[in-house]
């Protein structure tokens, strides 16, 4: 027995017990409660299993694992996944006993399995085909019937279920409930009848239901989308992280004849551990369709026309020339950015900032928070986060917003005793398991937040004045000595300096506690860290705090801060008090038009733009009204690099080529430069990287090097430790090897454990492109460290017959990532109007009647719902998703610090 110390997660040590046993006659070693089948394939030896997952509980229903034991008794056969290992246990796995159980377990599985191998999508991957070969029979002895069953069953529109091939191992079940936490599919009938079935009238409607896919070990579970459209064999893949959202989960991309065809979740154990989301599993159908943008398209005579590049980016240069000789850089506004690599987000900030002159740039679509709170705060990992003493929730639904976080923090409440105090506006998918769920309405997360931190008494607005013994909860919990804040955008209905200012009022009261950002958006923080938001520069500078830096190298700098999205589209729109005016807009794979809060300013903006750029990869409202159309590389046909929430880099993997003449970002940015009498300095992707670890404080030190080494696949957490460059390490083997890609081609999958740690950000190679910086020039700057001041509107109180609308996000919207995708169009819902019961029976409206909701200037009409979790006089909502009349895009006004409305019947 030794004590051993292993790294945990990132930058984390912990010590572990290592205990000895015989293995086959060979002593191994193995970590104390380590389970024997899990030793055993650390030691190299493969023990055959079926039910057996690492992420959820052992339940040994199969028997393919059984090993042979010594004990007082003598040797016996014992599943290896459900035996710890023991000191000097003794376990043999290949015996001719081991091997004729190994046998028998097969024979029965195959005495009902269909023969249907060559049409199965499980055909060549197949783990019952793969372990028949190498420990079954060889041929049957059963000449009976096997039984039959309608095939196959639709138990949700994206898993189809052929019940016939299934052998009960549970997987899927498990999944569910345990890890899912929805036990929507479950075993029905009894002896040879049982089977796996959903509830009558019940779909298998989970957020997750592709992963019980991805994890059956046979053909029962399959994908609608990918039912019979390859052969394993026939596709390549790379590996890569899924930017549908910003979690930033790591994914096998598999294509065919330049298609992707699926995608495959890798387990990384500091980020998804090996799960996705549906949206982010099936979304990648939107590359493929054939309504893409192939050449550049410019605007003549009222009619978008094709041109070719050369003619577009000098249009584009001589109309972004004329607006900045009308109104001063100031007047050309650029909008979106979140959808671009790290590297295309840097040309497009250099471009807007050091070219054109121009800080009014922003990657969020006003449904973020102020860029200096996200940046300046302390940052937690995934890891760190699960593994606090307490979570403070202050954002929108995670589950809808940033599934697999849900799935994590899911995972550290039910099975590691994480403790979760919520702050909301309404009820959400962590209310069941929060200890403390605190009710503000909205307007009033400051003064909640006060509250909580004990600087100022709960006011009568605030739901822990009506509970106090919740409020005295959420304190003790606050108090813990580890403490982690999600911070995002509950509603975007209101300011979000309203939330940001709750947040910062969190970070004074709670001063040793880390914050993990809850935003949406692909790589929106990514975006944020390269400077595209006002009064930022590359690196997570201020624009002042990095001005001399800068300059210096990028010849200038804007001399005042920018306008942020609402700002930018209300001066083209012109509604700026000042008479200031944004003629030029430039929108960067995004559409203000469908998905900014305030639709009818988003409108107007584009109506009062005299001249605006699209850059976009499909057609959509923004590009039939944009005078020049550039084409872009979308996910998947683009190589590069991607932040997620917990700022941790990885690469993207390039696996399609772009349709006809579509560039990547940096590429347009470059070449658009160029016409503007400019060179950023670039000739290829690798070149724009060398650029930011250069020049990006919160960067230096994170080398293509670093990038490209084998223990980095898992990605690098900026910025470095001062003391040492930690990264996380792959195990030598797949996690489960049942759900890894058949064709065996991920570049890095399984980087050796020896992999695991670089050497000293002193060492050349790893901070040597960076002290080259030094040599001449102003002194870095410094990384901004907040909290900073803020200007947080005032909020009036509301009289007796109006209401305050809480609009938040859901997974499946109208959004291009789910309108773009056959199988995820179908799964979008009218959104209902959820409204306190009392205020229901104010009107007299039964539960599913309909009402209107009015403001001063537009109405929708909804379905009603009660929600005893609202506040009263509060309504909640779905942004972007259908409605019976109008939208809540109509109802929003960006300008207001909150959404007053009045609700009548129609």
Known sequence: MSEQTAPRGPGEEAAV???????DGREVSAEKGELVIAAAERAGTFIPRFCYHPRMESVGVCRMCLVEVSGPRGASLQPSCFL???????VTTDSDKVKKAQDGVLEFLLINHPLDCPVCDKGGECPLQDQTL???PGETRFVEEKRHFEKPIPISELVLLDRERCIQCSRCTRFAGEVAGEAMIDFIGRGEGIQVNIFPELPFSSYFSGNTVQICPVGALTAAPYRFAARPWDLDQVESTCTTCAVGCRVAVQSSSNRVTRLLGIDVDPVNQGWLCDKGRFAFDAVNRDERLTEPLVRKEGALVPASWHEALAVAAKGLREAAAAGGAGSIGFVGGARLTNEGAYSWAKLAKGVLGTDSVDAQMGDGLPA???????????????????????????????????????SAIVDGGLS??????????????????????PGGATGLAQAL?????????????????????????AGAASVVVIAGRPSVAEDGALVAEAVQVLARGLPNARFLPALRRGNVLGALDMGLAPGMLPGRVTLDGGRAWFSHAWGSVPETRGRDTAGILAAAAGDQADGARVRALVVLGADPLTDFPDRRLAERAIDGAEFVVAVASAPGPITE????????AEAHERPGTTTNIEGRITRLGQKLVPPGQAWADWMIAGELAVHLDADLGFDSVGAVWDEVERLAVSHRGITRAVLDARGAADGVVAPLSASAVTMTRRHALPLDPIAVPGVESVERQGAPLHAGLVESPTAAGVRGGAEEANVTGPARPELLVGPVELDVPHVTPIDRYSLRLVASRTLYDLGAAVSAVPVLAGLVATAPLRVNPHDLDDLGVPPGGTLRVRTATASAVLTALPDASLPRKVVATEFNAPMEEGTVGDLIDIGAPVVVLRMETP
Do not use: N, W
């Open 84 to 90: 710890e290992v023991q000191p000097g246990m003794s």
């Open 625 to 632: 009204r944009a005078d020049v159309v550039f084409p872009a």
């Open 134 to 136: 190498a420990y079954g």
């Open 420 to 441: 979760v105090v919520e702050l909301s506006p309404q009820a959400t998918s962590l209310t069941p398991y929060a200890k403390a769920s605190l009710r503000y309405e």
């Open 453 to 477: 931190v004990g600087t100022v008494a709960p006011s009568a607005g605030s739901a822990g004045a009506a509970d106090p013994k919740a409020l005295a909860e959420a304190r003790r919990l």
């Open 372 to 410: 200096e709170v996200v940046v300046g705060l302390p940052r937690a990992t995934i890891d760190q986060t699960a593994a606090a003493d307490t979570v403070i929730v202050l954002s929108g639904d995670l589950r809808e917003e940033l599934p697999v976080l849900f799935l994590r923090l899911r």
């Open 17 to 23: 017990e290592m205990i000895s046993f015989l293995l």
